[in-house]
């Protein structure tokens, strides 16, 4: 295994003092860090004005661009009245240099965890999913990222092979029931056929929705790619077949009163969770040279964690084979 220096070694309490001072923020000294492994985020105190949120971006993973790209989008969904978090602009930009590293503060946005087991969520969800993809569609991203299976799915299992992350005894198990499931999800987007591709969240799960009285606010666009709309919907869904079947049922009654859904994404449903799988492990070993994720993940890479995503996969070729979601 081949790893890079750790990433935030430099990234002390003063940095982060400084990097609100740099932006007009100052901060009293208070500050708490936000349950975030990709990058570092503070909830940062000032004196006489509300606290703010300031994340530092993990060196190397996103150019400038692809960063400017996010908050862009992020901009163009408050214009719009969705509730999304935008960054502060200052200075005619969002993006910040301190020392090596570059950072964006946030207004903070309080809420709690929305209840998905109450139909009137979903659909509000829904609502908010299909404005959000609404401006989406106005225009395309030009240096982000693009959802595909070489990305998730190929160059995942590439990875996790050839540093020989999997004991000896697996790798070459994992190989070919990861090879199975690929081929799994190849078919599963030619049943789909071409689907339109728009801006994206991106990682639309519970966690990066917000609750208040008001309704949801979206949070943290790190992941914001193009893609099919089912990516931001999927996510939503848990439990039995029947369980998605009604939750679906629920989010597209709220998110076709804005936009239009093509029911053949569903095919993707499976095929996109399987990638996520995949990429979730992957994810966890290209980080495994940041002290942060021994630390977060201590089952990582045992001989029950490698058992266990070999399971995984499987469950997964077998639920390829069924047929699409009902709504």
Known sequence: MSFA?????????????????????????????????ENRVYQCWRESAAP??????????????QILEEHAFALALAAAEIPAVPPIVHAGTTLHRVGEFRFAAYPRRGGRAPELDRRE????????????????????????????????GDASRDFLIREHFLPDDLAEVYRGV?????????????????????????????????????????VDFDDAMTGPAIQDLWMLLSGGREDMERQLAAVLEGYETFSDFDRRELHLVEALRTLRLMHYSAWIARRW??????AAFPWFNTQRYWQDRILELREQIALLDEPPLAA
């Open 178 to 218: 990861a090879e199975q499931a690929l081929a799994g999800v190849r078919s599963a987007f030619e049943r789909a056929g071409r689907s339109a591709s728009l801006r994206l969240h991106g990682d639309c799960h519970a966690g990066n929705i917000l609750w208040t009285d008001a309704g949801p606010h979206f």
């Open 5 to 37: 220096p750790a990433p935030y070694n430099g990234l002390t309490p003063d940095r982060v003092l400084d990097a609100l001072d740099s932006v007009g923020l100052a901060g009293d000294g208070r500050m708490l860090a936000l349950n975030s492994y």
């Open 289 to 294: 040279d940041d002290p942060a994720f021994p």
């Open 121 to 152: 969520t979903l659909v509000q969800i829904g609502r908010f999913l299909g404005r959000l993809h609404m401006v989406g569609r106005a225009e395309p991203f030009h240096d982000r990222s693009a959802l595909s299976i070489a990305q998730f």
């Open 52 to 65: 703010v949120v300031v994340k530092f971006y993990r060196p190397g993973r996103w150019s400038d661009a």
